[in-house]
């Protein structure tokens, strides 16, 4: 561009009502940047030289806004690639993103080993099955066996007693509510992010409960 620079585009573009949302990803040769700036008769006359000042600094002082992106050649082209997707990915995307996260955690909390009376247990469908059992049983006014047993996850036969069972049962209830709430919660404050950089701050981890269920240790 004859007598005409990058960075005069760059602010030409920020500056237009109609362009200032296309996205810009400045790549220039290492320290052309602040050449092109000290270059730029209008910033140069008016502002002075860029001396010593950092690529921030000069950032700060010559453009009207801030580019999406800035990488200096060499630039690894899987690197481009990368900035380029993160700055073309849309809200409903990073939307979307979260909430399969959510779900990858639900699973993965479901799937693992739970804590309780010092032993790991497996949330199997057996398992779950006799301990629905004994709540219902418990529900329906009749009275469990004094011990019972269950295999732990390295399949230990653990004594129980009914105390003990009943407990066991509504730990294990309460753990997969909470999951189940803890899912519904976040997919719900994730359908409500209107904001591209509270959504991408937006932590999945948070509030789910933890594997350890109580009881002797």
Do not use: C
């Given at each position: 561009?004859?007598?005409?620079?990058?960075?005069?585009?760059?602010?030409?573009?920020k500056k237009s009502e109609e362009h200032k949302d296309i996205p810009v990803v400045i790549l220039t040769g290492e320290g052309g940047f602040?050449?092109?700036?000290?270059?730029?008769?209008?910033?140069?006359?008016?502002?002075?030289?860029?001396?010593?000042?950092?690529?921030?600094?000069?950032?700060?002082?010559?453009?009207?806004?801030?580019?999406?992106?800035?990488?200096?050649?060499?630039?690894?082209?899987?690197?481009?690639?990368?900035?380029?997707?993160?700055?073309?990915?849309?809200?409903?995307?990073?939307?979307?993103?979260?909430?399969?996260?959510?779900?990858?955690?639900?699973?993965?909390?479901?799937?693992?080993?739970?804590?309780?009376?010092?032993?790991?247990?497996?949330?199997?469908?057996?398992?779950?099955?006799?301990?629905?059992?004994?709540?219902?049983?418990?529900?329906?006014?009749?009275?469990?066996?004094?011990?019972?047993?269950?295999?732990?996850?390295?399949?230990?036969?653990?004594?129980?007693?009914?105390?003990?069972?009943?407990?066991?049962?509504?730990?294990?209830?309460?753990?997969?509510?909470?999951?189940?709430?803890?899912?519904?919660?976040?997919?719900?404050?994730?359908?409500?992010?209107?904001?591209?950089?509270?959504?991408?701050?937006?932590?999945?981890?948070?509030?789910?409960?933890?594997?350890?269920?109580?009881?002797?240790?």
């Amino acid at each position: 561009m004859p007598k005409k620079s990058g960075i005069w585009l760059f602010n030409e573009l920020k500056k237009s009502e109609e362009h200032k949302d296309i996205p810009v990803v400045i790549l220039t040769g290492e320290g052309g940047f602040l050449r092109h700036l000290a270059e730029l008769r209008e910033f140069h006359e008016t502002k002075g030289g860029v001396g010593d000042l950092s690529t921030e600094e000069v950032l700060n002082r010559f453009i009207y806004s801030r580019p999406d992106a800035f990488l200096e050649k060499p630039v690894d082209p899987e690197i481009l690639i990368q900035v380029v997707r993160r700055i073309l990915i849309t809200l409903d995307e990073v939307k979307k993103d979260l909430s399969k996260k959510v779900y990858l955690i639900k699973d993965r909390m479901l799937a693992r080993n739970v804590e309780y009376k010092g032993h790991l247990f497996a949330l199997e469908p057996g398992l779950l099955s006799n301990l629905a059992i004994n709540l219902g049983l418990m529900a329906a006014g009749v009275d469990l066996p004094q011990e019972l047993f269950f295999s732990s996850s390295d399949g230990k036969i653990v004594p129980f007693t009914k105390e003990e069972a009943l407990s066991f049962s509504r730990a294990v209830r309460d753990y997969m509510v909470k999951i189940d709430k803890v899912a519904v919660d976040h997919l719900t404050a994730i359908q409500g992010l209107s904001d591209m950089e509270l959504a991408q701050a937006y932590d999945v981890q948070r509030n789910w409960p933890s594997s350890r269920l109580g009881g002797l240790t």
